[in-house]
């Protein structure tokens, strides 16, 4: 069993940066590829970023103000949130894909005022 969790969630004004964190434990072996999602209410959970290998992937509503970035010795992943936007309010989710199985953290909140 593996165990996430999140931190760094908060208010924030408009044009403002978070700096999110999440931490492994657990029965941890390799790990594949963690990553951040994002939920609001009424709507699915849709990928944020995800790293892999040292390989980035960004969703296109992001790019160029979000960088994620992993600590391997520390089986922790962090997203660095810059000139967040209003719409950038939502629960974010923290993944951990390792020995072929991927587990959630419980979410942290996010919410940018305007």
């Known amino acids: 069993q593996v165990q996430l969790v999140e931190s760094g969630g908060g208010l924030v004004q408009a044009g403002g940066s978070l700096r999110l964190s999440c931490a492994a434990s657990?029965?941890?072996?390799?790990?594949?590829?963690m990553g951040w999602y994002r939920q609001v209410p009424g709507k699915q959970r849709e990928l944020v970023a995800t790293?892999?290998?040292?390989?980035?992937n960004y969703a296109d509503s992001v790019k160029g103000r979000f960088t994620i970035s992993r600590d391997n010795a520390k089986n922790t992943v962090y997203l660095q949130m810059n000139s967040l936007k209003p719409e950038d309010t939502a629960v974010y989710y923290c993944?951990?894909?390792?020995?072929?199985?991927?587990?959630w953290g419980k979410g942290t909140l996010v919410t940018v005022s305007s």
């Open positions: 993944k951990c894909v390792t020995g072929g199985m991927g587990y």
């Open positions: 657990g029965s941890i072996f390799s790990i594949n590829t």
């Open positions: 790293i892999s290998y040292g390989i980035t």
